[in-house]
């Protein structure tokens, strides 16, 4: 299949991993792109994993992005709330509130190790277990434990628990 | 209990999920890197090249040392005996005092033909000839009072004839004229290139030794 088509086929599922992932919508598209050259230097041999691949790729791109440009990431903050090219004006007390929502995600997200942000967020994406097992280095029972414990976390600093929670 | 963990983990899970769609950044219109492609494929490409001329370099160099140049030809022999297998040998022999010559019959495998004589002989010529036809035929002429023997060899590219060191008996190899070239290698002298024009011509050579 051609780099295009793949682009075509995946760029959605990875942006949406990566912005989530990083917490930075700007980053999640140099990520998605970054992939795709990644792709086209060094493609992986097997193919037919090559969802598995791409995430796995995205994971570390986005891993070092985030080390390597934390004070750009603090700098260009006030960029993660944008909103919708054409949207309507918003409710300033709606925006408000959803801009306080997606900065807890984004925290609760954050304050998750690497590990299992990656292994959560792909579970997310609809991949197996054994397919994270693959992904991020690690057998797939671990995979169970992992998403159970960040559930746990995510649950106290996000109110999962509680009734009409969303 | 356990059912009830799961039951659990499955809420925060579907309440996690409800929450992360919300909370989602719109889709941007992301562009295909096609300039950042081109150029990492220009550059994986270019790597290759690079890699091979390295490849190549190290052979060359590593050819110029003995053990290794042998091991290089060896191994290109295996490579080509398993690219083309020879075809089964055909072998003629005669015999010392036998009274006869031996005589083999064979395809020829278009363009070049090579024919070894194993070593020089005392006395003895061999004949080449050229014909209209797509067979090749040697044989093994012995006169009154012929000494020693000599086999017959076809190999994938030509013959062999391995004669004894004392042996005395001519040769005769007829090939077709549509052989592009003929090199014959006496022992481990020069080797001489006929190049046949036609059908119809003859080349005689001396299998004695140069004094």
């Known amino acids: 299949m051609q780099l295009e088509e793949l682009f075509a086929r995946h760029k959605e599922e990875l942006y949406r991993y990566a912005a989530r992932f990083t917490g930075d919508p700007d980053l999640a598209e140099d990520v998605v792109q970054d992939a795709f050259v990644r792709l086209a230097e060094r493609p992986p041999a097997d193919d037919s994993q090559m969802r598995g691949w791409l995430f796995r790729v995205a994971t570390t791109i986005a891993l070092d992005a985030m080390r390597g440009a934390r004070r750009r990431l603090a700098l260009v903050r006030g960029r993660h709330d944008r909103l919708p090219m054409g949207d309507p004006p918003p409710d300033p007390a709606a925006a408000l509130e959803r801009a306080e929502e997606r900065r807890k995600v984004r925290e609760a997200l954050a304050a998750l190790g690497p590990r299992e942000r990656a292994v959560l967020l792909m579970r997310e994406e609809g991949f197996l277990h054994r397919e994270i097992a693959a992904a991020v280095g690690t057998t797939t029972q671990s995979v169970g434990t992992m998403i159970a414990r960040a559930l746990e976390k995510l649950a106290r600093q996000l109110d999962l628990d509680e009734e009409g929670a969303r | ?211």
């Open chain 2, 1 to 211: 209990m356990s059912q009830d963990r799961t039951d659990l983990a499955a809420a925060r899970s579907r309440r996690l999920s409800a929450l992360l769609q919300a909370t989602d950044p719109p889709m941007p219109p992301l562009a295909f890197p096609a300039e950042r492609v081109a150029l990492a494929v220009r550059r994986r490409a270019a790597w290759r090249w690079r890699a091979a001329a390295a490849v190549v370099l190290l052979a060359v160099a590593a050819f110029g040392v003995p053990p290794v140049r042998a091991w290089i030809v060896q191994a290109a022999r295996a490579l080509w005996s398993a690219a083309r297998p020879p075809k089964p040998a055909a072998v003629a022999s005669s015999t010392d005092g036998s009274g006869g010559g031996g005589a083999v019959t064979f395809s020829p495998a278009a363009g070049s033909f090579a024919l070894q004589v194993a070593r020089p002989q005392p006395a003895g010529t061999l004949t080449v000839e050229t014909a209209e036809r797509a067979t090749a035929s040697a044989a093994v002429i012995r006169g009154p009072g012929a000494r020693g023997g000599a086999e017959l060899v076809v190999l994938p590219y030509g013959l062999r004839i391995l004669n004894d060191s004392g042996a005395t008996a001519s040769y005769l190899v007829r090939v077709p004229a549509s052989l592009g070239r003929i090199s014959v290698a006496v022992g481990g002298g020069a080797v001489r290139v006929l190049v046949p024009s036609g059908p119809g011509q003859q080349w005689i050579l001396d299998l004695r030794a140069a004094p």
